[in-house]
């Protein structure tokens, strides 16, 4: 008995030192260490490139500069994992992974239960076909690991043009970046799969004008890559046609005529097998709508953002979006410094050698204005979407260094990485173990709650509103492919289709649960959207096959009939 005691005393002695150690993480004194130790490793990094910028790398001495690189990374970011939602997009990735596993038609609802982005989720969603925990925490290291991918393909690029040890300090100023990323950034979201495929993409390119390349096999790989880039994010179609319209262009320099064949052929199959899919099904309008014309009205039109167009470009919103922000503007001011200073202090040596760096200097200029583009275009000021300019810039810089005299990358390398330190004592500043005190926070407890008790893990559960993270502790399938509803508050020409999807999901699926989460104090944007009682068709559907049972906090719950009521219309 004693023994047990003993035991269990040991046991809680240890839990209790645990739970210090992780309170220990967020205290001022172990971000001073980790301050110190980025330091010193940045002045070792830039030490050893003053003192021989030219001097040779060997392939094993990058790989291990890069390993160390990446485990530094990753021992920054691990104490700081995180199982909450920081913001809402994460949920609507994780509850399109809960239903995909649920459904039986898994190809169907991987590519309508997605938000039109079945190669954001498919990461988590591999992730969980592997024995990971469908949580936010996952999704964070899964994140983690498509950043990874990037760091090495960024590195792939530099170094083609910058050497090895020019490469080393660029990719290591954004791993510094990444090692204390804030909260947002750190999120799963849609632009950390767009990146790494973005990137992957551009490597390629790079790849085939320096000949490291020749098969038509990896033509049409490529190809593949860039065709589905619109379907990890829409604003990735812009930077994915250029790299494939530069690759074309080389291609045809060379009179490379089958592997043109092959990349083009590469780039049609992915959206050619999606139309058919639908074509099969006699769905092919539902593939338009809600893959092209749904964001081609997000993305050009003032319905989901009212901002004007001219506006959503202008250099006032520039400066205060993506240059004024705690959380990433100071290592973007110093990017877009070098990148606006660069071309000016090192303008003989460009020029000089604009013939031969013709086509990289024009395609680099052009791929950072245009993730410039998809970072502006939407006129929503989202954060997550200023990842985006980070790997271009870089790029670009690389490539203008490795034309700039010594004196001139020596000092644009310190200034680089002054800039990641300084980002990276912000950046530590904020890192903080909780969210501020939100009272929605409640109103989910006692909502997920109700769920819970009253469904099995296997029943679905529509929510009505844009809060997505209750299916997501919860850990119930969406009955309705679209885990946000805000939708039908738009002035859209789509509104009818997406009605006519609601019924058929709702008739298919028959959600145990209908849960009216549309409140201006508890739904995001719940101030501006419309309750389901203000759509006649879902409130028609809703009055004939639910009952009212209880409200909570303001939120309406509903149960299924066991079978319709009369209906109410006339």
């Known amino acids: 008995m004693v023994k047990e005691v003993a035991t269990v005393l040991i046991l809680f002695h240890k839990l209790n030192l645990t739970i210090l150690c992780i309170l220990m993480i967020y205290t001022f004194y172990f971000k001073l260490f980790l301050f110190v130790a980025f330091l010193l490793l940045t002045l070792w ?61 898994k190809l169907w609802t991987l590519l309508n239960y997605t938000d039109a982005r079945p190669l954001t989720v498919f990461p988590l969603l591999a992730g969980s076909w592997a024995g990971m925990p469908v949580s936010y925490a996952s999704a964070e290291l899964i994140g983690l690991v498509l950043w990874t991918g990037t760091l090495l393909l960024l590195y792939q690029v530099c ?28 999120a799963y979201n849609s632009e950390h799969n767009s990146i790494l495929m973005v990137t992957a993409g551009v490597a390629l390119f790079f790849l085939y ?9 990896i033509a049409a ?22 790299t494939g319209a530069f690759l074309l ?18 780039c049609l ?14 769905k092919l309008d539902v593939f338009w709508n809600n893959y092209f014309w749904n964001y081609f009205y997000y993305s050009f039109t003032t319905q989901f953002s009212p901002m004007p167009m001219a506006e959503r470009f202008s250099p006032g919103r520039v400066v205060r979006f993506v240059f004024y922000a705690t959380s990433s503007g100071i290592y973007v001011l110093t990017l877009f410094a070098l990148a606006a200073v660069l071309p000016v202090v090192s303008f003989r040596q460009w020029v000089s050698g604009f013939r031969t760096n013709r086509m990289p200097l024009i395609f680099t200029v052009l791929l950072m204005l245009l993730s410039m583009y998809a970072v502006l275009q939407s ?42 330190l300084l980002q990276t004592a912000v950046s530590l500043k904020y890192l903080d173990r909780d969210l501020a005190y939100d009272k929605r926070t409640d109103t989910d407890r006692k909502v997920v709650g109700h769920i819970v008790r009253n469904s099995r893990p296997s029943d679905p559960v529509v929510v009505w509103g844009w809060r997505d993270g209750l299916l997501v502790t919860s850990q119930r399938p969406m009955g309705y492919r679209d885990v946000h509803t805000f939708h039908f508050s738009m002035k859209s020409p789509l509104i009818p289709n997406w009605t006519r999807d609601f019924v058929e999901d709702m008739e298919e699926n028959k959600p145990k649960i209908f849960v009216e989460a549309m409140l201006p104090e508890y739904s995001e944007k719940g101030d501006i959207f419309l309750p389901h009682d203000r759509v006649p068709v879902v409130r028609e559907y809703v009055q004939r096959h639910y009952q009212f049972v209880r409200e909570l906090d303001g939120v309406r719950i509903f149960h299924r009939r066991a079978t319709p009521a009369l209906s109410l219309a006339r």
């Open 45 to 105: 990094g830039y030490r050893a490139y003053f003192k021989n910028p030219d001097g040779t790398v060997s392939a094993k001495q990058a790989a291990v500069a890069i390993a160390a690189m990446l485990l530094v990374v990753w021992a920054a970011r691990l104490p700081f994992l995180r199982d909450r939602e920081y913001d809402i997009d994460t949920s609507t990735w994780l509850s399109a992974v809960i239903a995909i596993n649920h459904y039986p038609d």
């Open 159 to 186: 170094q083609l043009f910058a050497g090895k040890r020019l490469s080393l300090i660029l990719t290591w100023s954004l791993g510094l970046f990444l090692g204390t990323i804030c909260h947002i950034f750190a």
């Open 209 to 217: 004008i320096f000949q490291r390349w020749t098969s038509p096999v």
């Open 221 to 242: 790989a490529t190809g593949l890559l860039l065709g589905s880039l619109i379907y990890a994010k829409f604003q990735n179609a812009p930077m994915g046609l250029l």
């Open 249 to 266: 262009f080389a291609m045809a320099q060379r009179k490379d005529w089958r592997n043109m064949a092959a990349l083009l052929a590469g």
């Open 269 to 282: 199959f992915p959206t050619v097998f999606v139309n058919v899919f639908y074509a099969l099904r006699g």
């Open 379 to 420: 006129g929503n000021n989202f954060e997550h979407y200023k990842l985006f300019v980070f790997v271009p810039v870089l790029i670009f810089i690389a490539l203008m260094l490795s034309m700039s005299t010594l004196a001139v990358r020596r000092y644009a390398v310190g200034f680089l990485l002054l800039g990641g």
